[in-house]
């Protein structure tokens, strides 16, 4: 329609006697009129295919691996590509998030970076420190402390209590408040390196929800005041819906979401605000 307008104006002009300028002006409009014509009839670029299935599958593997690798080792870009391929192989072949995290923190790499590492901030042992009393208290069995645990290696764990230089059995522990539990901690992880604080956070982190395996309700409602809580950290967790304080956006997607993607979700936060702080 604009075309034909401007056609229709510059055909009437041309049969008048018009000054020189304005026939210049003519001679222009055509042209404009030209390269009009030729833009409103160039071809609309065709829409980029949709994925199948499982190419959207394949591609979301990719995405959620580099971000797991990234935010354990604290890293803005993949530096070992091979672990990155293999591990997202792993996960199209039908491993679980849970086994693959696993396997990253407990696998060689992981090692050396931890006992390379410089300590943790006095922030994040606070951080630590905090967050594990509040999942403790909460807990039927948590995880008994001492300060060989804040090591780089993990002790060996010996069974039915006897431990590496004992044959005594371990006493139960006695009941402790949350700041109790946080003082000791507190005291344990001293020096300890901000890699050492992600997993053993993590390792306790994992051992609640399967206290929770029965009870899928009470996962979402717990799992959605967590992150609430953690939502004034102020910390990006990569999403904006991740950065959300809504409390029941966060417990639908605890009860439509497998169990394996909540479990990472959770992990992401700690590790993301553990690396900040350090």
Same mark, same amino acid.
């Given at each position: 329609?604009?075309?034909?307008?401007?056609?229709l104006?510059?055909?009437?002009?041309?049969?008048?006697d018009?000054?020189?300028?304005?026939?210049?002006?003519?001679?222009?409009?055509?042209?404009?009129?030209?390269?009009?014509?030729?833009?409103?009839?160039?071809?609309?670029?065709?829409?980029?295919?949709?994925?199948?299935p499982?190419?959207a599958?394949?591609?979301?593997?990719?995405?959620?691996?580099?971000?797991?690798?990234?935010?354990?080792?604290?890293?803005?870009?993949?530096?070992?590509?091979?672990?990155?391929?293999?591990?997202?192989?792993?996960?199209?072949?039908?491993?679980?998030?849970?086994g693959?995290?696993?396997?990253?923190?407990?696998?060689?790499?992981?090692?050396?970076?931890?006992?390379?590492?410089?300590?943790?901030?006095?922030?994040?042992?606070?951080?630590?420190?905090?967050?594990?009393?509040?999942?403790?208290?909460?807990?039927?069995?948590?995880?008994?402390?001492?300060?060989?645990?804040?090591?780089?290696?993990?002790?060996?764990?010996?069974?039915?209590?006897?431990s590496?230089?004992?044959?005594?059995? +371990?006493?139960?522990?006695?009941?402790?408040? @949350?700041?109790?539990? =946080? &003082? /000791?901690? $507190?005291?344990? *992880? +001293?020096?300890?390196?901000?890699?050492?604080? @992600?997993?053993?956070? =993590? &390792? /306790?982190? $994992?051992?609640? *929800?399967?206290?929770?395996?029965?009870?899928?309700?009470?996962?979402?409602?717990?799992?959605?005041? $967590?992150?609430?809580?953690?939502?004034?950290?102020?910390?990006?967790?990569?999403?904006?819906?991740?950065?959300?304080?809504?409390?029941?956006?966060?417990?639908?997607?605890?009860?439509?979401?497998?169990?394996?993607?909540?479990?990472?979700?959770?992990?992401?936060?700690?590790h993301?605000?553990?690396?900040?702080?350090?």
């Amino acid at each position: 329609m604009r075309i034909k307008i401007i056609f229709l104006s510059l055909f009437m002009l041309s049969a008048c006697d018009v000054p020189e300028p304005l026939e210049n002006a003519i001679e222009s409009a055509k042209k404009l009129m030209g390269m009009a014509f030729q833009q409103d009839n160039k071809p609309t670029p065709s829409a980029t295919p949709a994925l199948t299935p499982e190419q959207a599958t394949l591609k979301a593997n990719s995405e959620i691996i580099a971000e797991m690798i990234k935010v354990t080792f604290n890293e803005k870009e993949i530096v070992d590509q091979s672990l990155f391929l293999s591990l997202v192989s792993s996960l199209n072949q039908g491993a679980s998030l849970e086994g693959v995290y696993r396997g990253l923190v407990m696998g060689s790499h992981y090692r050396v970076v931890e006992s390379k590492s410089q300590a943790a901030t006095p922030d994040a042992i606070k951080f630590f420190a905090s967050e594990m009393a509040e999942l403790q208290s909460g807990m039927k069995n948590p995880t008994r402390f001492i300060k060989d645990t804040a090591k780089q290696i993990p002790n060996i764990e010996y069974p039915e209590g006897i431990s590496e230089n004992s044959n005594e059995e +371990i006493q139960v522990p006695v009941k402790m408040n @949350k700041s109790q539990i =946080a &003082e /000791e901690l $507190l005291q344990d *992880f +001293i020096g300890a390196t901000p890699f050492t604080l @992600k997993r053993v956070m =993590a &390792e /306790e982190i $994992l051992k609640k *929800f399967d206290e929770m395996k029965d009870s899928a309700a009470d996962m979402a409602q717990w799992y959605a005041g $967590l992150v609430v809580h953690l939502s004034g950290a102020h910390t990006d967790y990569g999403l904006p819906q991740r950065n959300s304080s809504d409390f029941d956006f966060h417990s639908r997607f605890a009860k439509t979401m497998s169990i394996d993607r909540v479990k990472w979700e959770m992990l992401n936060r700690y590790h993301r605000i553990i690396n900040r702080l350090n």
